[in-house]
């Protein structure tokens, strides 16, 4: 299918149900994108709104003429209103969006863009978390020729992208529908396959995603173990079709293993689940892993999910809340021991390293292994064999720039340590040298207040921890006009009491 030279470039697909406010933020982020009016639509489609949204889409289109408005009977779901707005479409391109979410201003431009430069069927923009997590690694650089076995595609299942309406028409790509969990798995794994190319745009952030604080996203419901596994396991019905048993294979499944059940079943969110929950959870997961994962899918993962997919396997629900228990502790620790300036790059010298209260992660040795110590009994050393990813450990800084929770990889050169501290024991040791050209943040447009902080991954964990470094651009690609640098028993100091202490003191604290 050839779109007509009077066709939109792109159609923004949103399926709106009682939206309330919550749509103002998306409303304004479109009519301010920089691709003009006359070149995209958005069709909303209002899933049988009981609110006030069914007469403010209406309004919005009788303003603006590319916005469209569908009105269809509630079904209960994104589903039925994202089909309906495909077979409404009149883009070349199309993108799915949810109606509490925003855009960034330049993203269908720079979407589009790189869809027709790369001549790609699929689009992934990098995207940013509001009380939600987004992929990360994805987003670590551009990708203009990505596929499942080259790139962490599988981390990023969120229907959140721009897809090639004709490539959607011709594999009859659409979204299973009823009130059902992981439509989206089902439909964006599909497309993975059968794209012919997907890009990654990872220099700009085009679209943020966030969870309501009153908890109103569709799916932000809890979830039903038994239900949810039943469509989880269409999704590996997706991957098996598309591959055989093998490497790939394991390692596509680790997607759905490490974020659906593992996960799940570790930390906090374990802790503050019901018990009965985590029961059904448990059971679930078992019978998945023992049914639809080979061996190689649990080894690939690092240590600390190594034993948990191991406890769960077992049914072992009370070692999974010790383990639990243990690590809700859990922290990363960086210190900064140098920062620099030279016009528009800042140079930042630094170690990290994880914490749990107030003791180091620590390693022992035994022969040529190096083995993680838990507080479980009963963990064979070849779970807890962190040898091999030790190298694998990452220190990563993270430029955030502090208005709109935009974040970006800094480069960063180092090396990994052991240090021994004593009785056979060892701790690991992040160093390094992280290197930031400021006017290149999220594609040149640098201006705001950035804070730098460290991202600590090692044996299983992945920590965040603020750096006492901050600076502000006057202007997009300008070099920065203020550096802060606090050093590091004062910035411990003002982390440690911020939340005990009156707002006077802090500011004492600041200064």
Known sequence: MTASTNDPKVTVVVPAYNSGPHIEKLVTSLLSQSLPAGEFEVMFVDDGSTDSTGARLDELAAAHPHIRVLHIDNSGWPSRPRNLGVQHARGEYVFF?????WFGEEALERLYACAREHDADLVVGKMAGHRRSVPRE???RNRFDATLANAPLIDSLTAHKLFRRSFLI???LHFPEGKRRLEDHVFVTRAYFLSRRTCVLADYVCYHHQRRVDAGNVTAT???PAGYFVNLREALDIVDAHTEPGALRDRLHRRWLRNEMVSRLRGRRLLDAPADWVDQLVGEAQRTIRDRFAPGVAAGLPPLQRIITRLIEQGRTADLRRLAQWEAAVRAQPTVQR?????????????????????PLTLTADGEQRLLVVPVDDVPADLRDATPGIKQSKLDVIARRRDTREEFFVPVTGTVELVPVGDGTLRLVRRGTARLDVGALNGGRSSGTWDLKARVTCCGWTEDASLPVAFRCAADGARPVTVAHLDSLRFRLRRAVA?????????????
């Open 97 to 101: 969006a949810d109606d509490d979410d």
């Open 138 to 140: 994805l987003f670590r």
């Open 170 to 172: 011709e594999h009859d």
């Open 222 to 224: 809890a979830l039903e």
């Open 339 to 359: 920062v620099e300036q030279d016009g528009g790059v800042l140079t930042v010298t630094l170690t990290g390293e994880l914490f749990f209260g107030d003791q």
């Open 499 to 511: 939340r005990r202490v009156p707002e006077s003191i802090r500011r004492a604290i600041r200064r």
